[in-house]
Nanobody, 120 residues
Framework: QVRLVESGGGLVQPGGSLRLSCAASGRIWSINAMGWYLQAPGKERELVAEISRPGTTNYADSVKGRFTISRDNAKNTVYLQMNSLKPDDTAVYYC??????????????WGQGTQVTVSS
């Protein structure tokens, strides 16, 4: 069974930085795209950033120039470096991976979510 575990959320002042990590574990054959989504209270989950296996990235307009997504394929891990944080970035952040477990087909998996709060 594939499991995604996130870490790195917390409380930070406006203008500060946080780094989120998400590691996949289990019997994994391959991972295609990895991504980060956020969900603010009362709103739908939305894409923050995504990265393909070769490293092509895509960002929401609201985070371009402030956030950087990266991945370590050897560790089955995706990162989100968040700089110049704003109160509007406050949300629960979820990682998502398109994973092919050993003996199975590709499916999307989600982490449990990590709270990011930007406040003075």
């Amino acid at each position: 069974q594939v499991r995604l575990v996130e870490s790195g959320g917390g409380l930070v002042q406006p203008g500060g930085s946080l780094r989120l990590s998400c590691a996949a574990s289990g019997r994994i054959w391959s991972i295609n795209a990895m991504g980060w989504y956020l969900q603010a209270p009362g709103k739908e989950r939305e894409l923050v950033a995504e990265i393909s296996r070769p490293g092509t990235t895509n960002y929401a307009d609201s985070v371009k120039g402030r956030f950087t997504i990266s991945r370590d394929n050897a560790k089955n891990t995706v990162y989100l470096q968040m700089n110049s944080l704003k109160p509007d970035d406050t949300a629960v952040y979820y990682c998502n991976m398109n994973v092919r477990p050993v003996g199975s087909v590709f499916n999307d998996y989600w982490g449990q979510g990590t709270q990011v709060t930007v406040s003075s």
